[in-house]
């Protein structure tokens, strides 16, 4: 009589959802950072944007609205990827351990992390405004998201490449 192996229940697909989740609630921090003055970073010189506010516009004032930022489909982007992340992520668990979603979330993952370290390059100003690109920097949520998401994609690697 033969006796079944047990088979081993992976949950790496599962940490690499949670971290995946975890960098999507980072849309509600700050994603950018604007400088008053370039490179001067006292509090009352900077302006936070969240990521909310930088992926699909920001509109400022009650009785005479000024549009501040515009939608941005790039910085829509990482948020959108990393969830996609986290739904293969799911996937794979369900799959018990299949290398081709491994890899596919690792891929958006990873695609997530550079887009999130690129978002202050993604902003779309409005055509009549005061504010300079260049004056733009990494906010908080952005850099948390991106650390998180490229730690998902490891983790999902670390699926395809374990035996």
Not at 87 to 94: A, D, G, P, R, T
Not at 115 to 134: C, M
Not at 136 to 141: A, D, E, N, Q, Y
Request: hydrophobic share 55%; proline share 2%.
């Amino acid at each position: 009589m033969a006796k079944k192996k047990k088979q081993k229940i992976s949950y790496l697909p599962l940490l690499s959802a949670v971290l995946g989740l975890v960098s999507v609630v980072m849309i509600f921090l700050a994603a950018v950072n604007y400088s008053v003055v370039k490179g001067v970073t006292d509090l009352e010189n900077v302006v936070t944007y969240s990521g909310l506010q930088v992926a699909f516009g920001f509109t400022e004032g009650d009785f005479i609205s000024v549009k501040v930022l515009e939608f941005s489909i790039m910085n829509l982007l990482p948020y959108v990827l990393a969830l996609g992340g986290v739904v293969v992520s799911v996937f794979c668990y369900l799959a018990k351990g299949s290398k081709l979603f491994a890899f596919i979330s690792a891929g958006a993952f990873i695609v997530s992390a550079v887009f999130f370290f690129l978002s202050p390059s993604f902003v779309v100003l409005p055509k009549l405004t005061a504010l300079v690109k260049e004056n733009f920097s990494l906010g908080i949520g952005s850099i948390i998201g991106g650390a998180l998401s490229a730690l998902a994609g490891l983790v999902s690697l670390a699926q395809v490449v374990k035996k």
